[in-house]
């Protein structure tokens, strides 16, 4: 026994000076005095450039309470579509709130946190264009961002429709639709709903082609930070930010999603 001890205690002074080898992201994020964050300013009111070019939207606000909770100034990354999940792969952004659908394909490749808002498929069509149903988009152009969850349906959905692509739906998208060179657009209603209200001359289709829980996504092996992410999105839902962030970018007639708080 008296041999044993001495050994097991060296085995318990090697894994703990092993340790600082395996911190975590909170850890980096704290030793670097900044968070690096990915957001999309693709459109609004998700996230878009001020008129002093500076990122706003309800995703940003998401953000930057996030980095105050961290207790760090945050540094923002424009990301869309593919860029989203391979920035966060390489390891050349911390977080991603960037309006990403939690999927299970790309629950293989990134972490989720527990959703901070939730939004569905719908469709944006020229109001004369004579569209009034998803079979309508078959031989028609649809603006639809690269990498995203609506060309994977449309594609499956009506392989006929014209798909033409953009990297960032705003401006180049949203361009697209006010010049009438795409009959239609794929996105999220949150983005839609919200274009749909700023042109008269655009209208959505009714109803959602899905119901899509909207995630903070990190990168795989820090099992840790998620979980501080899971309670950050739980605190941000009932302390009633949730609510208030909706209603601001939305207005304040807005019925914002339903949320579940996990802690």
Known sequence: MKKILPALLGLAIAACAALPAFAGKLDDIRSRGSVRIGVSLGGEPIGFRDAQNNPVGYDVDVANLLAEKLGVPVEFTDVSGDARISMLVSGQLDIVVANT??????????????????????ILVQADAGITKLEDLGGKSVVVGRGTTGESFLKKAVPTANLVYVDQFAPDGVLQLQQKRVDAAIEDSSLLDYLATK??????LPGLYSNDPIGIAVAKGDPEFVRWLDMFVSDYIQSG???????KWWGEKANPPKLTPLW
Not at 199 to 204: A, E, F, G, I, K
Not at 241 to 247: G, H
């Open 199 to 204: 042109n008269p001359s655009l209208v959505t």
């Open 241 to 247: 930010a949730y609510e208030a962030n909706y209603k």
């Open 101 to 122: 659908s939690a999927t299970l394909e790309r629950a293989k490749t990134v972490n989720f946190s527990i959703p901070y808002n939730r939004a569905g498929l719908r």
